[in-house]
């Protein structure tokens, strides 16, 4: 199955070897646990019918498969609710949903901190920890990062509760999927992994091959904000973005 992208997203498949700085050059060396969903190509059925499916790279090779529309979507669509997710440590599997490390909570960044999150840091906060990093538990783990992506992972708000619908089909409040521009039937789908990440575990050599590659991609930390300020960035990165400036303020 092959797709014209109209969006310069990655080539398929995402690990064909580049003459220099593979994806794979950069990985650290540690063995990671697999995350606890990772289909097998074999006896797949995809986690969300209709709307998108993953296509498996070569065999054997690593990181080398991809998310892509089963249908059409428009920009602000919401493709489905993120949700049946699991607890995660950090990992290159894993998406950030809070500040981590938390925001102490004496600094300004945590009083203005968006409404969309309670964090540990915060007096009064749920005494349960927050999960800072949550595996998707879905087909959802296969959409690669661009530079110029095509949808947003908005984790803004919660997550949906078991059961929970939404006939608006909105989800507001609710961390969900939405496209960011307009997507075509076999397009591979795409976000931006330093909207969720601030310090990534797996740092990699980007593929994007768009306009605006960024090339290594680390996470928000490693970005200035000029540039986010041009994406969607999730409010827990915003928060850490600005605890970052009070305290370069106050050296
Ligand atoms: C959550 S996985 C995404 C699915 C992955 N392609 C796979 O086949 O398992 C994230 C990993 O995919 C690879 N990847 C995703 N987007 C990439 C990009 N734009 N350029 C290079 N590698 C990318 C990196 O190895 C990254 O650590």
Known sequence: MTAVLSNGALPTPVATPPPTGTAKSLLKTRKQPAPPYLPN????????????????GPEGEEFGSC???????????????????????KAYSSVQVLPDPPLPSSSRAAESRPASFTDAATPGADSTAPRRHIELNSDLLYVNHSCDPNVVF?????????????????????????????????EILTFAYFSTEWDMDQPFHCLCKTARCLGTIQGAKHIDQGV????????????????????AQQE
Not at 41 to 56: A, N, S, V
């Open 67 to 89: 998310l892509r529309a089963e249908k059409a979507y428009k920009q602000g669509d919401v493709l489905c609710a993120i949700r049946g997710t699991l607890p995660g440590t």
């Open 41 to 56: 190509r074999h006896d797949y059925r995809p986690t969300h019918r209709d709307l998108f499916q993953i296509e498996f």
């Open 228 to 247: 986010l300020d041009g994406y969607f960035i999730n409010d827990h990165i915003l928060a850490m973005k600005n605890l970052e400036r009070e305290q």
């Open 154 to 186: 908005d984790v803004n708000g919660r997550e949906a509760e078991e059961g929970e619908e939404d006939a608006s089909g909105q989800w507001a409040g609710r961390w969900k999927v939405r496209a960011e521009k307009d997507i075509a039937k076999g």
